[in-house]
């Protein structure tokens, strides 16, 4: 194999988008362990690329798409670490504007 | 009371119904053998006493009112903890849930206690069910009960590790690529993983959607087709799930002098322990002599499973787990936006497998290494598929082993996670398929530990699965051995 195919740079980026903040610590060890995994995972580019039919297990069918009642505001607001006044408390994910 | 931890389910029932025994007393039997044997297990990680006390206790009085008992009357079941229990919590061996309260039961948890089935307790398990030896819970790790120094494997580890110490009779786990076989084969218990689709995932908290199936743990392959059969069968909350009725709950005698076998030949070479290879070939020898046609066959491309999943499996998770943003449920220290809470939520909720996971899952989806990574995978995964398609024409099941050695040390391989993930090379390549796969104790290796073998049928074919596992147990004569 040789070529690394994640750098410190890519690295960093993934974590980005998993929202994910890796220590640098975390970082020591898990930068040559998802290396060792990749090469691994790598081996799949000899497999020739035959027909793409859908995959997966070829089984799996779709409900009418149809409202159906859903949980209570009572039963699913407990369990949220932050709530109010019968809704899901997030913060301000707009810059600027009113307050 | 004649009831005792190593009683198979069919006979608590006969007990109960016979009024030997009453529900409560089962309940109170297996809740003390719990209270003993949990300190230095860590099988079970939520007690759910109260739950399968009022379970018993309305059994016992529908009893007494002359209604007929159902099927797993007055059984002690263990359910593996990303099965949502409501009331109870949910904690999928995460700290990212370890306050967690399900605010539903899942479909199989209903199943199992109108089945009569008494829940005694939440079950430990590798985080999020990533992980092959119980070690990445955030709870601790379960412990093998047959040597306590060594893993009982995993997902489903407080699973396996519960029925094995005879804390309960039965077990739910869950399997993604081997998380029911595997933990099956170090415990010496007989692990179903059924067909794609023949047991709801409704409650079943996300893994990996393609592959995560439901499946039962017992000590006998009678007791693992009661199981199924209480939680199979169609489920209008889960799309997945086949239009058919439940399994039934008696298992036909073996039609052996019709049985084709193929075994797998290349997965009893090099790098398999001697006392698996002996006990597959035994397995096999059995059914040949008993009249099956046994021949070696060869899966061309099962070379690739084990990538194509570490491909699949991370790229699905890191879709499915996304939705831990610390807003509707989850740890969460906050933060001042939506992005940095939600990154706060992640990055301290989740242990390092997760994270590594997460991390592959994104990479192999990210743009410019999709075509190399997860469109490589999806092939491999179609032509491993073929080629049992092709494999099934020609014999009925394929045997092989069902892990390359038998339990391995704790804290071994915590640390090198190509080598855990090995333990999975063979429980794989029927998952991806969506091939129903079960594995069986076969023998033990020197040191005492149990090892076990994996057979594999047609779609929907577990039926053919426990009556071949149950036809080899009875020869094979290993049930009478329990861990000390």
Excluded at chain 2, 213 to 222: C, E, I, K, S, T
Aim: aromatic share 6%.
């Amino acid at each position: 194999m040789g070529e690394k195919v994640l750098c410190p740079e890519r690295f960093e980026t993934l974590s980005k988008l998993a929202k994910l903040t890796i220590s640098k610590k975390e970082r020591e060890r898990l930068l040559p362990q998802l290396e060792a995994i990749l090469e691994y995972v790598s081996s799949l580019k000899a497999i020739e690329a035959e027909a793409a039919e859908e995959s997966g297990a070829g089984i799996s069918a779709l409900r009418e798409d149809a409202a159906q009642p859903g949980l209570d505001k009572d039963v699913v607001l407990p369990a949220s670490p932050h709530s109010a006044s019968g809704f899901f408390r997030v913060p301000k994910f707009v810059k600027g504007g009113h307050q | 009371m004649s009831i005792s931890e190593w009683s198979t389910a069919s006979a608590i029932r006969g007990t109960v119904a016979k009024g030997e025994a009453s529900c409560v007393e089962s309940a109170r039997f297996f809740l003390d053998r719990v209270s003993k044997l949990n300190p230095s297990l860590n099988a079970i990680l939520t007690i759910t006493e109260e739950r399968a006390m009022a379970t018993a206790t309305t059994l016992d009085k529908s009893k007494a009112k002359g209604k007929a008992l159902p099927p797993l009357a007055g059984v002690p079941v263990v359910v593996k903890d990303n099965l949502c229990t409501k009331g109870q919590k949910t904690t999928c061996g995460s700290r990212m849930l370890a306050d967690w309260t399900a605010p539903y039961d899942a479909t199989v948890v209903e199943r199992l206690e109108a089945a009569g089935a008494l829940m005694v307790g939440k079950a430990n398990m590798d985080e999020f069910a990533m992980g092959s030896s119980g070690e990445t819970s955030a709870f601790g790790p379960a412990l093998n009960p047959w040597n306590r120094k060594m893993v009982p494997g995993g997902s489903s580890s407080g699973s396996a590790s519960a029925v094995s110490a005879g804390m309960a009779t039965l077990a739910l786990g869950s399997d993604t690529g081997g998380s029911v076989k595997q933990p099956a084969a170090f415990c010496g218990l007989v692990g179903l993983r059924p067909t794609y689709g023949r047991v709801s995932r409704y409650g079943l908290v996300a893994f990996a959607s393609s592959l995560d199936q439901v499946g039962p743990l017992a000590r006998n392959a009678d007791d693992c087709a009661l199981l199924f059969s209480a939680i199979s069968g169609e489920d209008p909350r889960d799309s997945t799930c086949l239009k058919l009725p439940p399994e039934s709950q008696r298992l036909e005698p073996l039609d052996v002098k019709k049985l084709r076998v193929g075994l797998l030949a290349e997965q009893i070479g090099k790098g398999v322990a001697p006392a698996v290879r002996e006990g597959v070939l035994k397995a096999a020898a059995i059914l040949e002599n008993g009249g099956a046609m046994v021949s070696e066959v060869s899966l061309p491309h099962a070379s690739y499973a084990l990538a194509a999943y570490y491909v699949i499996a991370p790229a699905e998770c890191s879709a499915n787990l996304a939705r831990y943003d610390g807003v509707r449920y989850g740890f969460s220290p906050g933060g001042p936006d939506s992005g940095e809470r939600a990154e706060a939520s992640r990055s301290a909720g989740f242990g390092e497998e997760v994270k590594r996971r997460i991390l592959a899952g994104t990479f192999v989806l990210s743009a410019g290494y999709r075509d190399a990574f997860y469109n490589k995978a999806l092939f491999a995964r179609q032509a491993i598929t073929r080629d049992f398609e092709n494999a099934f024409k020609e014999v009925d099941i394929l045997l092989g082993p069902a892990t390359p050695g038998p339990a391995f040390p704790i804290g071994e391989r915590s640390g090198d996670p190509m080598r855990m993930y090995l333990c999975d090379v063979f429980t794989i390549p029927p998952n991806l398929g969506g091939f129903p796969s079960l594995s069986f104790p076969c023998g033990f290796a020197s040191d005492g530990l149990p090892v076990g073998a994996q057979i594999s049928g047609r779609r929907l074919g577990e039926p053919l699965l426990l009556q071949t596992a149950k036809f080899i147990e009875e020869r094979l004569c290993l049930l009478e051995r329990h861990p000390s």
